[in-house]
């Protein structure tokens, strides 16, 4: 059973960095694409980074530079390091998984994937 759980949200001032983390189990590293999406209340959800099986990484255009994903495989975690943040990145944060057989980590990006967290809040303020 795969199960995933976010921490590291928190509150910042712009221009500030977050680190979320995400422990997952159940996930053989080399069979799934992860990744990290986020959703504001009243909009849809937007993928953020997703990391394929053999460690190429995908960033949304509002994130490229300033974001960057990554997974250590003998822990079974996933990061995501944000840096100059913006108010607009405010969002609750989803880690989430899905098989790579499925579709490469970019299509996954876009169109979600089969596992998901419950989310870790992360708040720029302005």
């Known amino acids: 059973q795969v199960q995933l759980e976010e921490s590291g949200g928190g509150s910042v001032q712009a221009g500030g960095s977050l680190r979320l983390t995400c422990a997952a189990s159940?996930?053989?590293?080399?069979?799934?694409?992860m990744g990290w999406f986020r959703q504001v209340p009243g909009k849809e959800r937007e993928g953020v980074a997703a990391?394929?099986?053999?460690?190429?990484?995908t960033y949304s255009d509002s994130v490229k530079v300033r974001f960057t994903i990554s997974q250590d495989n003998a822990k079974s975690t996933l990061y995501l390091q944000m840096n100059s943040l913006k108010p607009e990145d405010s969002a609750m944060y989803y880690c989430?998984?899905?098989?790579?057989?499925?579709?490469?980590?970019?299509?996954?990006?876009?169109?979600?994937?089969?596992?998901w967290g419950k989310g870790t809040l992360g708040t720029v303020s302005s």
């Open positions: 989430a998984a899905a098989r790579c057989a499925i579709a490469p980590a970019r299509t996954l990006l876009e169109y979600g994937m089969n596992y």
């Open positions: 159940g996930i053989t590293a080399n069979r799934y694409c």
């Open positions: 990391i394929d099986s053999d460690g190429s990484t």
